[in-house]
Each structure stands twice: as C-alpha cells, then as structure tokens.
C-alpha cells in the first residue's frame, strides 16, 4: 500500500512547479496466438505526461486486457518519474498496480532509455510483489527508415518461484500524417508450459508537443501477452 501512496503522490498535482502537458497518446489492438491453443485479447491502452521542473517530468499510464476465451482481465496503472540528462538519456524509476482478475501485485522497478537520430532503445529492471511475485527485465525499441515507416523489437524475461516467461517479438509501424499510427508486430511467448507465436495489430493516437511519453508500459500482461 505505501508504494501505491507513492504513486499517486507522484500524479498528484505539485504546486510548488509549474507543470506542463508534454504528450499523450491512446491505443487499441487485437492480439492472438496462432498455436494450437488459440487465445485472443483485446487491449485498451493509455498515456499522459507533464514537465514539473527542469529536466523532470511524471508519466501515468494504464492498460486492460480482456481475454475473452477465459472470461478474464488484466488492469495496470503505473506512474513513472523521469530524470532527462539532455545528452539524449533518460532514466527514471516506476511503480504500479497490477490486476488479474482476484491476484493484485505491486509493480516497481528503474528504466533508462537513449534516444539517437532516428531511433531509440529503452530498458527496464523491475519487480512484481503480491499474489504474482515476478523478477522481470526487457528491452524495446524501434528504428524509423522513413517518416512514415519504423521497425520494432522487444525482448523480455522473468522468472518466478514456479515458472520462467519470455518474449521476442518484431514489428513495424506505419505513421499516417497527421493522424493515427497503425501496427503489428510478430513473436513468441513461452513459460514452462511451452510456446506459443502470437499476433498483434492496433492503432494508436499521438498527441502533444513530444507527442507519446518517454517509457513503455510496465504490466505484467503488457510485458509477457497474456500472462
């Protein structure tokens, strides 16, 4: 409970600075596995982020998961406090609240990311305690080849007391002037139990003058589909 006291301290609003809106963004996707399991997921995803002072700013985002083959859901919101070097490094620190149907867990963890011409790569170290206790680590980040077109990658892994999760995907954007950016990305979840290939395509809405925020999401489900 005092790390979710934290949290919401963080998105309270700060009088003694002046905060500014830096961007925000909303998405939609479909997700499924394409094994002989078939498991699909519809996600509903959303961002804001403000500049309180200098080079500091506070993110909060939130995502659900509905897993309509198991009459299931996951929830996250998050907020992350950012630090911005100006020499095209961020690194930050997160916490969270993370839902899965009736197990709750506190998530919380550092991130770090470098942004270059054209590209960017972000990493996490994070931690998952309460119903569903999990170690995780990952990294994403995507190349553009031309205004409208960038490729993506993640990779992440976890481990807990009885099982280990990881996840390699690929992906590409295209980004509409003006307007939506729509996606898919291909890859494989695996735990224990097995693999599987997944799919996934949505379309997300940018808005703001660095439009989107500077981290990716941090829930469980969002990190390792489905889990």
């Known amino acids: ?65 509905g897993y309509r083959a198991i009459d299931s859901n996951a929830r996250n919101f998050t907020v992350h ?3 911005d070097t100006g020499y095209d490094i961020m690194g930050g620190v997160f916490v969270g609240f993370d839902s899965f149907d009736s197990s709750d867990s506190t998530v919380y963890g550092v991130e770090g990311k470098f942004n270059m011409a054209g590209a960017s790569l972000q990493g996490f170290l994070g931690y998952a305690e309460g119903d569903r206790d999990i170690k995780m680590f990952g990294f994403d980040g995507d190349f553009s080849i031309s205004p409208e077109i960038a490729v993506t990658g993640i990779a992440a892994y976890g481990t807990r007391d009885d099982d280990d999760l990881a996840r390699v ?3 590409g954007e295209y980004r509409f002037a003006q307007g939506p950016v729509a996606y898919g990305e291909i890859g494989r979840i695996s735990n224990d139990d097995g693999s599987e290939n997944y799919l996934t395509v949505g379309a ?10 500077s981290f990716s999401r941090r829930g469980i489900a969002d990190i390792f589909r489905g889990y």
């Open 169 to 171: 995907g690929f992906g």
């Open 81 to 83: 406090g950012i630090y």
């Open 1 to 65: 409970m005092k790390k979710i006291a934290l949290a919401l301290a963080l998105a309270a609003p700060l009088p003694a600075f002046a905060q500014q809106f830096t961007g925000a963004e909303l998405s939609a996707e479909l997700s499924y596995t394409t094994g002989s399991d078939v498991f699909g997921a519809t996600s509903y995803t959303g961002a804001m982020e403000f500049q309180v002072a200098g080079p500091f700013s506070v993110a909060g985002d939130f995502s659900f998961n």
């Open 204 to 213: 997300r809405v940018a808005l703001g003058y660095t439009p989107g925020t």
